[in-house]
């Protein structure tokens, strides 16, 4: 296989992606680190470890987006994010109802069920 | 510094593979909607999950099925994975290099097949301790989210080796680049989805 010779542009271009991905890599690392360390060897409160877990999985999703998917705030492209805010919105409305029905309907029937 | 432009979400392949990017254009389009209604499958099943965390009906829950250790190790190799597949498409994009492609995707496979083998012995072990789906809506909630997940990274692998037959069979062309481009959009979403589960059923079980 031939060895392809990259343009200095190319070649710049191939670093900012080389890097994207290792930055995106280790913030990764790191986000998922903390949750597991709190809850193997932590001593929070259940209630504030469910809130830093639930914090460090919303940044984690948002981190593989920006630098695993490419979807960025850019101008240049803008209906890949649209799509996801639309999912987000149609699963907010969906999951949250669930939610707030089912919990609702267990306090009043069956308190035993709670968590 | 310029970033490079974006026509589709994923990594882009540029102007070095002109014919293959412009009919990523489309295809990507496409399989993204496909993976956010894919994305909101998941998360209807998080949603159930969670109604019946505490519908266990006197059976076996979080606290004695689940392990800590090899909820950890499954998340390493997924996310591991995720960056080597970003290692074949950077190898894919700028190199056009098929012994370099071809190692990544390799490495890629050997890990999402280390993840599926590590998740079937731990429903195998949750099985012997009582934890199979019929035993409590606890259980066949979890069943139903989880091995799903299990199912997708099973699908993928065998889209990645049909792949890498390709590459074997016709080289590098335009079929095999937007292929690659797609599964790879593919994989970082199955790394996505399992960071709700690690998060909300593994750790939020555990604690």
Redesign the interface.
Known sequence: MTKRTLSAEQENERQYELRTYILGYGLALILTLIPFALAAWGSLSRMTLWWVIGACALVQIVVHFRFFLHVTLAKNKREDLQLILFTALILIIMVGGTLWIMFNLYSRMMPSIMP | ????????????L?K?HAEADNACEELV?GF??FM?SD??LF??L???Y??M???TAGGPGPHELFE?KSA?IE??LL??S??TF??AS?AL???????RLVAWLVVTLLLGLAFIALELHDFSSMASKGGVPSRSGFLSAFFGLVPLHGLHVTVACLWLVALLAQIAIYGLDKGVKTGLIRLG?LW??L??VW??I???VY??G??
């Not at chain 2, 510094?1 to 882009?12: F, I, K």
């Not at chain 2, 994009?93 to 012994?99: E, F, I, L, S, V």
């Open positions: 510094m310029t970033t490079p432009t974006s026509r589709y979400p994923g990594l882009n540029g070095g389009f993204w909607v956010m994305l909101i998360g209807l998080f949603g159930i969670v109604t965390l505490g519908a800590m950890f998340t390493m996310l591991t995720s960056f970003g290692m950077l994009k700028y190199r056009h290099d098929k012994g959009i970082h979403f790394d996505i960071i709700g690690f998060s909300l750790l939020g555990l604690t």
